[in-house]
């Protein structure tokens, strides 16, 4: 045989080598669609927690809106409770002062009262002994 149909009948395939060939490309493909179908199950799971994050997150946006509103208010409603300390000391003040005046006349009034008392059981006893002359 000459070179060249040396060289033709070492560049063609046998019968066997062909098949183990398509064997192994079958085999590349399969575990390429094996592969394909993974990711697309993986990127679907994916975008259903991200889009599950994304509702959560909007739902926690909102929560938090009202949130910042709510301490809002409470800070609106601690400047007025501040703005009224002093008008309450004030008040509190002028209470505890009459409170104070109502027991010092309380007192007079008891002193007072001791003091008619004493003089009555005199005027008794004085009575008495008028009586008695």
Partial sequence: LSDNEENINQDED??????IRILRI????????DILQEMEVLMTEFDT?????????????????YLECFVN?????????HSYDDTEAAILERVNNSLAEKHTKHLK????????????????????KLAAV
Avoid: G, P, Y
């Fill in 14 to 19: 046998t019968l066997w080598e062909t098949e």
């Fill in 26 to 33: 079958a085999r590349q493909v399969f575990k390429q669609n």
């Fill in 49 to 65: 927690r991200l889009e599950e994050l994304s509702r959560e997150r909007l739902h926690l946006s909102i929560d938090i809106k």
């Fill in 73 to 81: 208010l409470l800070h609106q409603e601690l400047h007025i409770i």
């Fill in 109 to 128: 009034v008891n002193i007072l009262q001791h003091k008619i008392d004493a003089r009555a059981a005199e005027l008794t006893l004085v009575e008495e």
